[in-house]
């Protein structure tokens, strides 16, 4: 059984296999390198770590992570989903998170005494959890356009700032370290999640009202006044009379009141302070949430409120996401900003490992093939330099081999990337899959003739699969 550190009873610290989690400092390592974990899945991971190898139920982890407000089970399965892929855990065969067949999860990690120390690896900086290195490189410009617009926002005068990439491309480490030059407690956080169905309305709004409802007690009464639609959303924030008076007072009111009534409370806000409002993975968003967006952007300029929104230009454009249109409507009444970010070009892939590893002159033809093989996306590319630092402290020929530019030495592929790809390649449908399968066997270039013999096609229907997989970035 894990044991808390010592004069923190609720915090948890532990060792399983090569990680190590240290909930007080918010932090997860794999051979004490860094393993990038959405919060709600460092969550989760904390919760079933508790008491390992004991069955959590679905609600109870609903309960500790989200206080089962505004969340279904399908949220719950897709951050499971997130935290197998950072853990390289296989669902069908675990070693560290065991599905229990409709009743939830438990961690099944073999648990050891937590290291003293964790040195870092020779010859290369570790990575923080913001990483400055990855940041910058090639971001300079993206991040001097963010703080212009929150010098804005702080004046009185509202933004709406769009941050537009590929998966992996750095969206969410540029905006952190835009954060982490701020004031403490300034920006809150809402994520909108990938479902299947129905999702419920303004859940990544309500998760940052949450937040700031933590921060902020005094908030809760000012939204009994000015924002009663949304209080009644966050029952555990008034007592069972009032939420019996509140029911009584709002019954049949209309779903457009809750977006006067976010004006009014951030009006009410943004008097005293200004507000930074961050929501992420915008192309996952329901309706409710981009209907507020759209009034902010439409509304009068002068409040003290800036709004930055991440998404995944691709994909909203291949499935016709309702924010492609508005996003073009917007940008033609020129209501919003926009930050597009591109993958590193060689000569960044350069400059970032030198920032990682600076005592080592990396001649072109590495850099090249590392660029190559990551397509230059910040996230593969800071993937597999950590696997190559570690292999590196391993065995002490394995560096020498990489930059003396063999191609016979091949790059490697992090465990918790491929997690990710095996993830994203499980939610094909079965014939898109199979079709993937084949074509991974002709190589990077193949003709579609002979793809289609292996699978039973005909060659134009696999050059439409191909193309709208290429379409959503696949």
């Not at 998760?207 to 209080?231: F, G, I, Y």
């Not at 066997?441 to 439409?464: N, P, Q």
């Amino acid at each position: 059984m894990a044991q808390p550190v010592s004069g923190a009873s609720a915090t948890l610290r532990m060792r399983f296999d090569a990680f190590e989690l240290d909930e007080a400092d918010a932090r997860l390592t794999r051979d004490g390198q860094p393993v990038s974990l959405p919060p709600r899945a460092f969550g989760v991971l904390c919760a079933l770590a508790r008491t390992p190898g004991q069955l959590m139920t679905k609600n109870a982890l609903l309960d500790a992570v989200w206080g089962h407000q505004h969340v279904s089970e399908s949220v719950l399965k897709t951050t499971i989903s997130e935290l197998r892929a950072a853990l390289a855990d296989d669902a069908k065969n675990p070693r560290y998170i065991e599905t229990a067949s409709r009743f939830g999860y438990r961690f099944i990690g073999a648990v050891v005494a937590p290291r003293a120390e964790t040195a870092p690896l020779p010859q290369a900086r570790p990575v923080a959890r913001i990483s400055p290195e990855l940041s910058m490189v090639g971001r300079r410009a993206a991040l001097a356009r963010l703080h212009e617009a929150w010098r804005k926002a702080q004046a009185g005068e509202r933004q709406l700032l769009f941050v537009a990439g590929e998966a992996g491309v750095g969206k969410t480490t540029l905006i952190e370290s835009f954060i982490h030059d701020l004031a403490p407690d300034v920006a809150m956080f809402g994520r909108c999640v990938e479902h299947f169905g129905t999702s419920e309305p303004y859940l990544p709004l309500l998760e940052a009202l949450k937040e700031l409802c933590r921060r902020h007690p005094d908030v809760a009464a000012t939204m009994r006044s000015v924002a009663p639609t949304w209080l009644i959303q966050m029952p555990w924030l008034i007592n069972e009379a009032d939420r019996a008076a509140l029911h009584r007072e709002l019954a049949g009111t209309h779903q457009d009141r809750m977006v006067r009534e976010m004006r009014e409370l951030m009006d009410s806000y943004t008097q005293t302070r200004p507000m930074l409002f961050v929501l992420e993975d915008l192309h996952w968003s329901d309706l409710g949430t981009l209907r507020m967006m759209e009034h902010f952007a439409r509304r009068p300029r002068e409040v003290r409120l800036m709004w930055v929104a991440s998404f995944r230009l691709t994909q909203v454009i291949a499935e016709n996401h309702p924010l492609r249109e508005l996003r073009q409507e917007l940008r033609l009444h020129r209501l919003c900003d926009e930050i597009l970010l591109d993958p590193f070009s060689e000569s960044e892939v350069g400059a970032y490992l030198q920032t990682r590893i600076p005592d080592t002159p990396f001649p072109e033809g590495f850099i090249r093939r590392l660029h190559q093989h990551t397509d230059g996306l910040p996230l593969f590319v800071a993937n597999v330099t950590d696997t190559l630092v570690a292999q590196a402290a391993i065995d002490s020929t394995a560096k020498d081999k990489w930059l003396q530019g063999s191609t016979d030495v091949p790059l490697p592929v992090p465990d918790s990337l491929a997690g990710v790809i095996e993830n994203q390649i499980g939610r094909l449908p079965a014939e898109a899959q199979a079709l993937l399968e084949a074509a991974s066997v002709c190589g990077m270039d193949f003709r579609a003739g002979v793809v289609a013999a292996m699978i039973g096609r005909d060659a134009e229907w696999v050059s439409e699969r191909c193309d709208d997989l290429v379409r959503r970035q696949i």
